[in-house]
């Protein structure tokens, strides 16, 4: 038996914090009413259902995991309160799916100050719309939930010839909850740093397993069953195990694909933990042993990932770590002789005429957390050059840097290198002087994996 990592008793008191920092912001606009649903249970065929996972905003701001569920806040200077819509509880449907908290429960278990049955939601929306001047929600992202939208917000209109006013204008409750999600409290940190190890334990079990001859289904099946053998029960998204070629295909899946011997395999795998995602990529060989050119290519994605690490802290811009992996790379590709320096000229030449991106075509990086592409804008928009104003890290952040090199066949292109494809990726808390790495239980060094490899 293994132990779950992180099993923490739950918790309401972050989740009414989260609750109180969005109220006050509402505040600061003008004030008015939040709504916050969660998802809906999603048929995947016939009578079969997918897992249910609640939405990512309403989990923030609520702790619960229960579908047909909606937040509402409602947020003045003169009050503040909360309002949890919740299914019933329910005896007969209890037998088959499981506990449902129902209203009572839930009032104490999250900690809200009221809690109503789902049933009774439109009914009580008209109501509570009501003399509210703002009105803070979710904008034109699901037809369903528009729709419930338009019908109460038609009957508090219809309220106003009793003298009650309706809101006279639509927030998108997901703009500020992205800033606010974007920097992470020390509660998601900890769940961020579960997800990382169990991750890495996951990609360790699948270095040690390998062996030629095996298909990459063999692989992504390990590392399942090493997330959940530690308390993870899905994956942050569908893992890529990419023998060969294949990993030159940048959204490969895992699939029936044989592991050849002297090929490497790039996987890129991360755990769902207490809903926050972590998100590692691999590159190893998978007889256990790099070869020259193998070694070559993985060198200099290394250092670009050591470059790009190195560059992260508060204050620096979120390009900082691209800007600084595509230098390193393209300096690379010139050593390397896959760019031709007669053609594309210096380092400085290749960048500005993007020569590199035949060989590196995505950025390095990505906000994680609730989302393994973690809400939050990247930019705050296009300066007189048209070229993007990124913003600045700041403590909490949490990024993705995941450089890499691929190389397609191609006649201008020494043939030792074709095919390789390597990319390395590591999840980082943004701290005052720099990054703290989540996800290095798992080794990048060359020497380590052999290592690692052999036993
Ligand atoms: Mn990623």
């Known amino acids: 038996m293994t132990t779950p990592l992180h099993l923490a008793p739950f918790s309401p008191e972050p989740h009414a914090h989260r609750r109180n920092q969005l109220m006050a912001k509402m505040i600061g606009l003008g004030g008015g009413i939040a709504i916050v649903p969660t998802a809906s249970e999603a048929v995947r065929n016939r009578d079969a259902y997918y897992d249910f996972r609640p939405d990512s905003y309403f989990y923030y701001l609520t702790g619960l995991v229960e579908p047909e569920a909606v937040l509402v806040l409602i947020a003045t200077p003169e009050s503040q309160k909360s309002i949890l819509f919740c299914r019933e509880k329910n005896l007969e449907r209890e037998i088959w799916d499981g506990h449902r908290y129902g209203p009572e429960l839930a009032q104490k278990v999250f900690g809200v100050d009221q809690a109503l049955p789902f049933s009774e939601l439109k009914q009580q929306l008209s109501q509570l719309l009501a003399n509210q001047r703002l009105l803070f929600a979710p904008m034109l992202e699901n037809p369903t939930w528009d729709a419930t939208l338009r019908e109460v917000l038609a009957s ?5 010839r009793t003298g009650v006013s309706a809101p006279h204008a639509l927030h998108d409750v997901y703009a500020l909850l992205d800033e606010q999600r974007l920097v992470k409290d020390a509660h998601e940190l900890n769940w961020l740093r579960a997800a990382g190890r169990i991750s890495a334990k996951g990609h360790l079990r699948a270095m040690q397993a390998c062996r030629a001859g095996m298909h990459e289904t063999d692989l992504e099946a390990e590392i399942l069953y090493s997330f959940a053998r530690d308390g993870a029960q899905h994956a942050a998204y569908s893992s890529i195990v990419a023998g060969g070629a294949n990993a030159c295909i940048l959204h490969y899946r895992a699939g029936s694909a044989l592991l050849n011997d002297g090929d490497l395999c790039l996987i890129d795998a991360g755990a769902e933990y207490g809903l926050y995602a972590g998100d590692i990529t691999r590159t190893f060989p998978i007889n256990g042993k790099f070869t020259a050119a193998q070694r070559a290519v993985y060198e200099v994605v290394l250092s670009a990932q050591e470059a790009a690490i190195a560059s992260v802290r508060a204050g620096a811009s979120f390009s900082a770590p691209h800007d600084t ?8 590709m010139l050593d390397l002789g896959l760019l031709d320096k007669q053609v594309v000229g210096s380092v400085d030449d290749a960048i500005e005429s993007g020569a590199y991106r035949q060989f590196y075509m995505h950025r390095t990086g990505h906000w994680i957390g609730l ?3 973690d809400c939050g804008t990247y930019s705050s928009g296009l300066d007189a050059a048209q070229k993007p104003v990124w913003r600045q890290l700041t403590e909490g952040m949490v990024l993705t840097i995941e450089p890499g090199l691929y190389v397609r066949p191609s006649d201008k292109v020494p043939e030792q ?7 390395i990726e590591d ?5 005052a002087q720099g990054c703290e790495l989540t996800t290095r239980d798992v080794p990048v060094a060359i020497n380590d994996i052999e290592h690692l490899m052999k036993h």
Do not use: E, P
């Open 156 to 160: 508090a209109r219809a309220a106003v």
């Open 325 to 332: 992996a595509t230098r390193v790379l393209t300096q690379g």
């Open 427 to 431: 999840d980082a808390i943004v701290t």
């Open 417 to 423: 290198f074709w095919n390789i494809g390597v990319r």
């Open 371 to 373: 989302d393994v592409h």
